[in-house]
């Protein structure tokens, strides 16, 4: 017998699991002014890629926002970490929790039209690697 599942996830719209693959397109770090938070371990983390202190790290491309931090972003909404199609992003293979969790956020997952909204906009939404139920939901309930 399985334990019960307390929080009817078993019935959620995604329940058969999703499709994504990023493609390294970057729209998603481009364009539109938002917020990417980060924590104090994210900087340190993101700051030790680069061979900079936190403390450089912090000044030139973290702002802070109420009581928050968010990284900066350019004038035109770009992401400041993003280096153009070349070269991507410059912290990948450590970039904050909020990056790579994406597309699977509470909000993105709220419904089907909600994803496929978003989807319009990243190529690799529905395509690549499939994700099961238990793995989106690990995704989406991480904090940022
Ligand atoms: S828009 Fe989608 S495919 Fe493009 S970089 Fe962002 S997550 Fe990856």
């Not at 202190?53 to 009581?67: D, H, K, T």
């Not at 770009?78 to 509470?106: E, H, K, M, N, S």
Request: positive net charge.
């Amino acid at each position: 017998m399985t334990a019960p599942d307390k929080n009817n996830t078993s019935q959620r719209w995604y329940a058969e699991g999703l499709r994504f693959e990023c493609r390294r397109c970057g729209d998603c770090c481009r364009g539109e002014p938002g917020y990417v938070w980060v924590t104090r371990d994210e900087i340190r983390r993101m700051a030790s890629h680069l061979g900079l202190s936190p403390e450089e790290f912090a000044e030139m491309y973290v702002r802070r926002v109420g009581f928050r931090r968010s990284l900066t972003e350019r004038p035109n909404g770009d992401c400041v970490l993003w280096a153009g199609q070349d070269r991507g992003c410059l912290v990948y293979p450590v970039r904050p929790i909020q990056c790579r969790t994406f597309p699977f956020w509470r909000q993105i997952l709220r419904s089907q039209r909600t994803w496929a909204r978003t989807s319009r906009r990243c190529p690799g939404m529905d395509r690549g690697r499939h994700y099961s139920r238990e793995e989106i939901d690990e995704r989406r309930g991480k904090k940022f």
